[in-house]
Nanobody, 124 residues
Framework: QVQLVESGGRLVQAGASLRLACVVSGRASVYNAMGWFRRAPGKEREFVAGITWIAGTTLYEDSVKGRFNISRDNALSTLYLQMNDLKAEDTAVYYC?????????????????WGQGTQVTVSS
């Protein structure tokens, strides 16, 4: 069993920065790929960014490239999403997820475990 707990979401103004964290516990070692997803109001949940625990390979959705940075701290078993230059369209519930894959999947059905989500609201 793997547990994921996100934190860091809050209300910010457009242009601000925010860092989300996801603490991973349980049998986390079998899950090499980690992802951040988001669900905006009235929309489907979508892939935002992913990283592999061992190699640190990263992948980003086009709309966040250059603004968001995903990283991990292996010693703390924590995944981060640094979000800069936030826009109103970044408003969503953000979820972290774990996948038993060597590459980074973008499809949510490839992820086995999910956190409860953290709300990010960007006011324009």
């Amino acid at each position: 069993q793997v547990q994921l707990v996100e934190s860091g979401g809050r209300l910010v103004q457009a242009g601000a920065s925010l860092r989300l964290a996801c603490v991973v516990s349980g049998r986390a070692s079998v899950y090499n790929a980690m992802g951040w997803f988001r669900r905006a109001p009235g929309k489907e949940r979508e892939f935002v960014a992913g990283i592999t625990w061992i190699a640190g390979t990263t992948l980003y959705e086009d709309s966040v490239k250059g603004r968001f940075n995903i990283s991990r701290d292996n010693a703390l078993s924590t995944l981060y999403l640094q979000m800069n230059d936030l826009k109103a369209e970044d408003t969503a519930v953000y979820y972290c997820a774990a996948a038993q894959r060597w590459s980074i999947p973008t499809a949510q059905n490839q992820y086995s475990y999910w956190g409860q989500g953290t709300q990010v609201t960007v006011s324009s």
